[in-house]
Every structure is written in structure tokens, then in C-alpha cells.
């Protein structure tokens, strides 16, 4: 399965349904959101954001229509910054988006933006929602996992890491994650990068398996996946003495991935 299915499976912008627009109303209602309901999209923590970064935005009447991004509504393809009625700002930059919906939207926080605390706040047909002051850090790593806590990764020939297919000691894996930070060449603030970009700190870059870091020499590439905004990929080479199912964490300096996740293993 190819990282384009996951995304389309919901991994990061949820099931794909057919948007309903809701008229509004002579008054609508008020947007309702909190810097403690924007989250890191993998971790769910508020304390793991950071420059392009996939984060989520959980409140009420955010948006009156269900919409996610398709190949209709790419730009130019890349985010869109106008989904269904709504943007969303953080600092002087427009975010671009994956999915809004009345309850949650999904959206890359911009890459132009350096460590710091801004202002984020939500126009839905016009009408902006509060400024909520949320903090960004240099990376926010995060690994994506299913409902299970089962690491989202696959074997070499595109299958998914399952329970059904574990993975083996020795074996060559693909590990999605986000918020990784600064790649060379730089992601584009809505453009997806096309070639591989490796991630700036990588001398930094730990993988655990049970709290003992795999060896660097077995991680042959942490960065972007090429072709998709704000989702990365570590190739690495699992221990051959790794033991079954272990819990798996990453680590950019003193930067940790958060949650019980861990990588079916035989």
C-alpha cells in the first residue's frame, strides 16, 4: 500500500466522505476552539508542534460543510489554502489544509515559520473565530499509529507492518512520521516535495526500540516522503536481535515522540 492510500485511508485526513453544505444562518454560530484542542495530528499532544508540522484542530462549528482534500481540491497541487469555506491563520501565514469538518480540521503548519508563539485563529465563510496563542517548537516528532497503537509502517514491497504481516529482525522497514523539521532541500510552505529531502538534524536523530536506539548506521534516510506535503519516512533496518512487538519512540535532541506505539514484530 502506498503512502498516497494511507493518506486516503485516513491516516492523516480521515475518511473521505461527500461534503454536505449547510446554509447559514442570519447569525451563526460562534467558531469554538482552544489552544488546548490544537494538537499534533500523530501524538495528540499540544506540546508537539512545530513548523511543517500536521496538526489538528478539534472544537465547534468550524466549518458547515464536511471536505477533505481530493484532486479536485488541490491548488496547483499542493494544500489548498481555502477548504470548504475555511482558513486558518497562524501568524501572518494561511495554513494549508487537508480536512475541515464541524468538529476538526487538519492542516500543515507552514514552514516558513520559526520557533515561537503566535496567534492562531479560524475564518470560517468570513466570520473569524478567537485568537488562541499556541507555541511552536524546532520539531515536534511524532510517529503515526493505528487505533491498536500499531506503528503505521510497511515491508519494502509496499505491504503494511500488521499484526497479520509483523515485521522481522533484520528486515528493512519504512517508519511514517511527522514533524521531523528542516530537510534539505527546504519543504515548500504548500507544495509537496518531489525528490527526497533528508532531514537537517540528522546527527540528532534517534529510533528506539524497548528505550535502546537502533545503531545510526541502520537508518538509511529520515526525511520527506517525496510527494506528499508534511509526512515523513524513516528507512531503517531492524535489529537482528530486536525483540517481538517492541514499543518504538523517536527522538530529535531532547525533542521525544509521545504514546505507546510500537511495531508488530515476530
Do not use: C
Not at 503548519?109 to 511552536?136: E, H, Q, W
Not at 534539505?184 to 538534524?201: G, H, M, T
Not at 545503531?215 to 517481538?244: E, F, K, M, R
Amino acid at each position: 500500500m502506498s503512502a498516497k492510500v494511507l493518506l486516503a485511508a485516513g491516516v492523516i485526513t480521515m475518511a473521505i466522505g461527500m461534503p454536505l453544505r449547510v446554509m447559514a444562518s442570519v447569525n451563526p454560530p460562534a467558531l469554538l476552539y482552544s489552544a488546548a484542542g490544537i494538537v499534533n495530528a500523530a501524538s495528540y499532544s499540544a506540546g508537539a508542534l512545530a513548523p511543517n508540522t500536521i496538526a489538528s484542530i478539534y472544537g465547534q462549528n468550524l466549518s458547515f460543510s464536511t471536505e477533505a482534500l481530493t484532486g479536485a481540491t488541490e491548488t496547483n497541487g499542493g494544500l489548498p489554502m481555502h477548504l470548504g469555506g475555511v482558513a486558518v491563520y497562524i501568524g501572518s501565514y494561511e495554513a494549508g489544509l487537508y480536512y475541515v469538518s464541524p468538529l476538526q480540521i487538519n492542516l500543515l503548519i507552514p514552514n516558513l515559520l520559526i520557533p515561537g508563539i503566535y496567534p492562531l485563529i479560524v475564518v470560517r465563510d468570513g466570520f473569524a473565530g478567537p485568537s488562541v496563542l499556541i507555541t511552536l517548537g524546532l520539531t515536534g516528532p511524532a510517529i503515526f499509529a493505528d487505533g491498536s497503537g500499531n506503528v503505521i509502517a510497511q515491508h519494502l514491497d509496499g505491504t503494511l507492518v500488521s499484526v497479520g504481516s509483523p515485521a522481522t529482525p533484520g528486515e528493512w522497514v519504512v517508519v511514517y512520521a511527522e514533524g521531523l523539521g528542516r530537510t534539505v532541500p527546504d519543504a515548500d510552505i504548500y507544495l509537496p516535495s518531489l525528490v527526497a529531502a533528508p532531514i537537517v538534524n540528522l546527527s540528532q536523530f534517534s529510533l528506539e526500540l524497548n528505550g535502546v536506539a537502533v545503531p545510526a548506521s541502520a537508518i538509511y534516510y529520515a526525511g520527506i516522503t517525496p510527494g506528499l506535503s508534511g509526512l515523513y519516512q524513516i528507512n531503517v533496518q531492524l535489529p537482528a536481535d530486536a525483540p517481538p512487538t517492541p514499543a518504538i519512540q523517536i527522538s530529535i535532541g531532547t525533542a521525544v515522540s509521545a504514546g505507546q506505539t510500537q511495531i508488530p514484530m515476530v
